[in-house]
């Protein structure tokens, strides 16, 4: 029995040796063929450097992300896979610098245009949605370096709740919130609600063909008509750490809520499983939920970093997890437009 153990656990070591082998060797690349990679994703980016020293920095980065994202996908045993994008020059530290720019998580609202949750006692909530295939969800933009992530999800949700309202979905202006709304930090971070507040006072809001987004803070220019179809006349705050009411709020329209963006560099596509922060840094627009064909529940999450990011600019994030916060912290602070 002795000699039998040792045979069976020797064959055991050799397969675990030789799959470490397959997925390290896999994992070697020579220096000319990672260079010609980041050509072609300097290429593809619009990517170039002040000098030679600066790209050879930026080169070192690229080697290491390109390595953890094969590292990644090569394992198996992941939900989701990894991609290059944009950011794959940037350290996990300059790119949370660059986006993690949220500050509705320290901000304790009080304000009068704020009502009690309204869909406490919703009932026959459908097990799948999707506000894309109710023509309530525009195209994802990209909000570039300046911190906007607030302002695109406010809007998200106010072009959600307008296009349901009325049958008319328009695409809104993030770029008139930025000019015109001074309870923020400009490109620095700001909060959702401020967005509502400045909507409602402002009787409406342009277009993004009237005020198209530029990325930076300008002078207001606030003399562009409202393309909005209805009134936006407050703004609800969904109960903090609630999935069940997160559920109920997104059944009836999109929902802005804060995600800690850590580990959610190189999403590529998939749902979003494992370990993940709490640490609220990043606005984005829940857009639908839904169940996997292999049983994972779904958040459908719109972001605002281009269609290059993601999957077409969108993550799902497992739902209805151990964890009172939700994946990514989803559940803390959500909030959403009231017409």
């Known amino acids: 029995m002795s000699s039998n153990k040792s045979c069976y656990c020797t064959i055991v ?36 450097y002040e000098n030679e020293k600066v790209k050879e920095a930026r080169f070192q980065i690229f080697k290491d992300n390109v390595q953890h994202i094969d590292r990644h996908n090569q394992e198996g045993n992941h939900t989701y896979k990894l991609g290059l994008n944009k950011f794959a020059d940037l350290t996990n530290e300059e790119f949370l610098a660059k986006y993690a720019r949220s500050s509705m998580q320290s901000f304790k609202v009080a304000s009068s245009y704020q009502s009690s949750f309204e869909y406490t006692n919703i009932k026959d909530i459908p097990p ?78 342009a277009s993004d063909t009237d005020y198209p987004y530029i990325g930076i803070q300008t002078a207001c220019a606030n003399n562009k008509p409202s393309s909005l179809s209805l009134n936006i006349t407050g703004f609800g705050f969904i109960p903090p750490n609630n999935e069940t009411a997160l559920l109920a709020a997104v059944a009836n329209q999109p929902v802005s809520v804060d995600v800690d963006i850590t580990i959610l560099q190189f999403y590529r596509s998939g749902i979003l499983t494992g370990e993940c922060g709490t640490n609220l840094n990043h606005a984005v627009t829940v857009v639908g939920y839904g169940e996997s064909d292999d049983g994972v529940k779904f958040w459908l999450v719109k972001n605002s970093w281009g269609r290059g990011w993601g999957d077409d600019g969108y993550i799902k994030l497992q739902r209805n997890v151990n964890a009172i916060e939700g994946m990514c912290g989803i559940a803390m602070i959500g909030c959403y437009p009231i017409a």
């Not at 675990?16 to 000319?32: K, R």
């Not at 990672?34 to 170039?48: C, L, P």
């Not at 770029?175 to 400009?186: A, R, S, T, W």
């Open 13 to 48: 070591l050799f397969i675990f040796a030789t799959s470490w082998y397959h997925v390290a060797s896999s994992l070697s690349y020579s220096e000319e063929s990672m260079s010609i990679k980041h050509e072609k994703w300097m290429a593809q980016h619009g990517f170039s």
């Open 128 to 205: 799948s949605l999707d506000w894309r295939d109710h023509n309530a969800v525009t195209a994802v933009a990209n909000q570039g370096t300046c911190g906007t992530c607030w302002a695109f999800s406010a809007v998200a949700t106010i072009e959600g709740i307008a296009a349901i309202r009325s049958g008319n979905l328009k695409k809104l202006s993030e770029q008139h919130i930025l000019d015109c709304n001074y309870m923020h930090e400009g490109c620095k971070g700001g909060r959702q609600n401020s967005a509502f507040e400045f909507v409602i006072k402002n009787g409406g809001l």
